[in-house]
């Protein structure tokens, strides 16, 4: 697979040591794969044993949570926090609680987390955590209490110079709040141990928009500096309906794009008159009910079920596509549809959406792949802001933060950039590029602070 002899040894060890977590090596090869010319100019990296350091973890927490519900029925769930790289910052990156949470899908998104938090420079290393626990369907009581069963572990092993998790799929203000409140009483300190914070105690203005407005901010910087264009009148699709898509559709509304489609786990609409959001926020963010029920307020939009053998959301024509769900949910077929309905962008707001087959014939088709460690950085970006903030113990204006934001954006934008121009690559491959800035810097990092 590899022509670098080195790269192909660590690769297949990964695998060895790492068995059926697919995810998990499906990252690790996408990152080889960029790095490989890079680790073969410089022969450093394999005399220091660079990237067997980097690819391992440096702690892997695994635990119990065991909660009632509210017929007093009791329930254990499996805690996870992976402590990946602390060469930078302290440990940073999300809890996701959704009935897929495995090792493997931990393992690869705290890989991801430490390029993700490297390519925004700021000071913070990478992690990741969460639960198998099913937020869906629960009562506020019981998703109050398995937080508080979740912090009663978690707690020993963070701290706001240690470990600062933020939210992630099923982890929002509401849940952080929780944990936040039982940590705080373990502990007897008011501290800035967790991001994403609600607004009256400690969470910073912005935050919640960050990833969806970020990944705008990039788009927009993309557009201008390869194609010289811009989001403005261009026709958007965006898969999910969360945290991330419900703030990538308002910013890409209001820098004038037309967004046509969304969707959630059940299926996806297309309104060919562009997505009324305060119906989409009605749905899923006063009533957490099914996207489907869209048609009820936009009769001319269109619901497509998801299922084996219907269309995907990706074979709707459009210009730049937004994936804001979840892992693997552009594969080849989709990359084709995609490349043939002329879309110019993929953009990515979720963690690893696109397969990395999709990956290489969306870049050999001449398609601007930005991949999420830098397009969605924006929601640990201010995630440290908020840091910041807690540490000063003062609050920034909104103004204050989005100038931050987007200026951090831009900046991660012109790196990769750089770094294409530098070792003279395609200039519409972002993955390669960011994976060389986000190594780059854990690396020397790792060098100087000695084995
Ligand atoms: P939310 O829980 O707010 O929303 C997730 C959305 O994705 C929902 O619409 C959900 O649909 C849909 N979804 C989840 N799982 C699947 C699936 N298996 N198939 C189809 N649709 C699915 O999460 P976020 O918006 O916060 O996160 C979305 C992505 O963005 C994740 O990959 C996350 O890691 C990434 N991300 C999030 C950041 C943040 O700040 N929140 C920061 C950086 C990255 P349904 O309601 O039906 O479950």
């Known amino acids: 697979m590899f022509n670098n002899k080195y790269v192909e040894k660590v690769f297949n060890e990964f695998k060895l040591k790492n068995k059926g977590q697919n995810e998990y090596i499906q990252a690790c090869q996408e990152i080889l794969e960029s790095l490989e010319n890079y680790i073969t100019n410089n022969s450093f990296i394999e005399e220091n044993a660079l990237l067997e350091r980097f690819l391992e973890p440096e702690r892997t927490i695994t635990f119990k949570v065991t909660w009632m519900d509210d017929n007093n029925q009791i329930h254990v769930n499996r805690g996870y926090r992976v402590q990946y790289n602390s060469s930078i910052g302290p440990y940073k990156g999300g809890l996701r609680f959704h009935p897929s949470v495995n090792e493997s899908i931990i393992n690869f998104l705290a890989l991801e987390q430490c390029l993700k938090n490297s390519l925004t420079r700021l000071p913070i290393g990478g992690g990741k955590g969460g639960s198998d626990f099913d937020p869906k369907g629960k009562s506020d009581n019981e998703i109050m209490r398995f937080c508080q069963a979740f912090m009663n572990e978690l707690y020993r092993h963070i701290g706001p110079n240690t470990d600062v998790p933020a939210g992630d799929i099923g982890v929002g203000q509401k849940e952080i709040g929780y944990l936040f409140g039982q940590y705080k009483k373990i502990k007897n300190e008011f501290t800035g141990v967790l991001t994403g914070k609600p607004i009256t105690f400690g969470g910073s203005l912005l935050r919640t928009e960050a990833t969806g407005y970020g990944l705008c901010y990039f788009t927009d910087r993309a557009l201008t500096y390869l194609k010289d264009d811009s989001l403005k009148g261009k026709t958007v699709i965006i898969s999910g309906s969360g945290n991330v898509a419900i703030h990538a559709c308002e910013k890409a509304q209001n820098l004038g794009a037309k967004v046509v489609a969304m969707s959630d786990s059940s299926g996806w609409i297309y309104d060919p008159n562009g997505i009324k959001l ?168 790792m060098l100087l602070q000695g084995i």
């Open 278 to 445: 305060h119906y989409i926020r009605q749905i899923k963010e006063d009533r957490k009910a099914r996207i489907k029920e869209y048609l009820l307020k936009a009769p001319n939009a269109r619901y497509t079920e998801s299922k084996e053998g219907n269309p995907t959301i990706w074979s709707t024509p459009c210009d730049i596509a937004f994936p804001c769900a979840t892992q693997n949910e552009i594969h080849l077929d989709d990359a084709k549809l995609l490349v043939k309905n002329g879309c110019i962008g993929v953009f990515e707001g979720a963690n690893m959406p696109t397969t990395l087959d999709a990956i290489h014939y969306l870049i050999d088709n001449d398609v601007i792949f930005g991949p999420g460690k830098a397009c969605n950085a924006g929601g640990v970006a201010t995630s440290a802001l908020e840091m910041t903030q807690n540490s000063m113990r003062m609050t920034w204006s909104y103004q204050e933060v989005n100038r931050n934001l987007k200026q951090i954006m831009e900046d991660i934008f012109d790196s990769i950039c750089y770094t294409n121009n530098k070792y003279s690559l395609k200039e519409n491959d972002l993955l390669t590029g960011a994976n060389i800035v986000g190594f780059e810097k854990i690396m020397y990092a």
